[in-house]
T-cell receptor, first 112, second 116 residues
Framework: GQSLEQPSEVTAVEGAIVQINCTYQ??????LSWYQQHDGGAPTFLSY????GLEETGRFSSFLSRSDSYGYLLLQELQMKDSASYFC?????????????FGSGTRLSIRP | DAMVIQNPRYQVTQFGKPVTLSCSQT?????MYWYQQKSSQAPKLLFH???????NEADTPDNFQSRRPNTSFCFLDIRSPGLGDAAMYLC???????????????FGPGTRLTVL
């Protein structure tokens, strides 16, 4: 089957660094994306990795290792507003019929 | 501002009474998606359109139908809502074309459906 695995919950301290891991098992792979969703809100796109390595966007970075079917989202200088759920997502093909698969989400709680 | 708009934001319907949710976009994106999201769960893809090409997920119940009359609008019809269909329904778009633009989805604010 196709699946993405992420930790269900992570707690961190304001100002610290946290890493949210994602492992995937899909029939095809055409990129790993990350989304942030605050309670009651819609998901917001954070980053996309198609190739191995680290992509940095401000305080957020995302990493991909295709050989390990693994990626992570790194959040630095954590702020209270970063408390949210974070989803990894994989597109399993490139045709118009390709499927988007979301992980079950990681709820990040920030403590002062 | 270019955006994805969903109406209504909150919808209450009765068990078995058909309901239609709407989504419009000013981004001129090729791809439009409908997701169902229940509390503390991941968004679940119901179906999507690439232009006029409709792609239904295998496990999407027949009770759910969709229409895309033009690039800007997409509708989700629930023919006979059951209590289990109460959820947030999210519409999203992506540009298609390159892999990066395909993977970046823009979500609307969602419609929260309550079934009485």
């Amino acid at each position: 089957g196709q699946s993405l695995e992420q930790p269900s919950e992570v707690t961190a301290v304001e100002g610290a660094i946290v890493q949210i891991n994602c492992t995937y098992q899909t029939s095809g792979f055409y990129g790993l994306s990350w989304y942030q969703q605050h309670d009651g809100g819609a998901p917001t796109f954070l980053s996309y990795n198609a190739l191995d390595g680290l992509e940095e966007t401000g305080r957020f970075s995302s990493f991909l290792s295709r050989s390990d079917s693994y990626g992570y989202l790194l959040l630095q200088e954590l702020q209270m507003k970063d408390s949210a759920s974070y989803f990894c997502a994989v597109r399993d093909g490139y045709s118009s019929a390709s499927k988007i698969i979301f992980g079950s989400g990681t709820r990040l709680s920030i403590r002062p | 501002d270019a955006m994805v708009i969903q109406n209504p934001r909150y919808q209450v319907t009765q068990f078995g009474k058909p309901v239609t949710l709407s989504c419009s976009q000013t981004l001129n994106h090729n791809v439009m998606y409908w997701y169902q999201q229940k509390s503390s769960q991941a968004p679940k893809l119901l179906f999507h359109y690439y232009d006029k090409d409709f792609n239904n997920e295998a496990d999407t119940p027949d009770n759910f139908q969709s229409r895309r009359p033009n690039t800007s609008f997409c509708f989700l019809d629930i023919r006979s809502p059951g209590l289990g269909d109460a959820a947030m329904y999210l519409c999203a778009t992506s540009r298609g074309g390159t892999a990066s633009s395909y993977n970046e989805q823009f979500f609307g604010p969602g419609t929260r459906l309550t079934v009485l």
